[in-house]
């Protein structure tokens, strides 16, 4: 299956990998943001967060720039493992990360997953999954985060708690 202008899903996919990289590198948040639909919600293993509005999505980015200062991340490498439509409109993805210092590679490799969707003429991120914990890039950052913009699930004895929450735990 083909997009309307004639891109295969892993094309579209490759290509955001390569904006959104781009962006995190060069700590541009207006070209990152263009690539992310909000609400947008974030899980790791530790984590469900629902990114409500850009300035929650703007925290998190700038808490992954910070992390990838500290740790002199010089590239990402991220790899395309698959790419697919469900309809005209929606991709699944999953990718892995590397992080780069040099040629050094300073973490272990990042298997993520996303549902892409074609949004106000452009192709989103609307859910990203990241199999990482909490010390690592976004798992870091959605343990630091305290926006009340974001709302933070994690299961407390059966309940989901919130931010406010999870700074007394």
């Known amino acids: 299956m083909l997009s309307a202008d004639g891109e295969t899903a892993k094309q579209i996919a490759e290509r955001m990998l390569e904006q959104t990289g781009n962006a995190l590198r060069s700590n541009d948040f207006d070209a990152f943001a263009q690539l992310f ?23 998190v980015f700038d808490r992954v720039v910070q992390d990838y200062a500290e740790h002199n991340v010089t590239a990402l490498v991220r790899i395309n493992e698959h790419a697919c439509f469900h309809g005209p409109f929606k991709i699944e993805a999953m990718h892995v990360t590397h992080m780069m210092s040099g ?9 993520s997953y996303g ?24 798992g870091l950052a959605l343990r630091r985060t305290a926006s009340a913009a974001a709302e933070i699930e994690k299961p407390t004895h059966g309940i989901a708690v919130s931010v406010d929450e999870k700074r007394k735990n």
């Open 37 to 59: 639909c909000v609400p947008h919600t974030l899980e790791t293993p530790d984590r469900k967060t629902t990114l409500k509005t850009r300035s929650a999505l703007k925290e």
């Open 103 to 111: 040629n050094w590679r300073i973490k272990d490799p990042i298997p």
């Open 115 to 138: 549902i892409l969707e074609f949004i106000d003429n452009r192709w989103q991120c609307t859910s990203s999954q990241y199999a990482v914990d909490d010390n690592t890039t976004v």
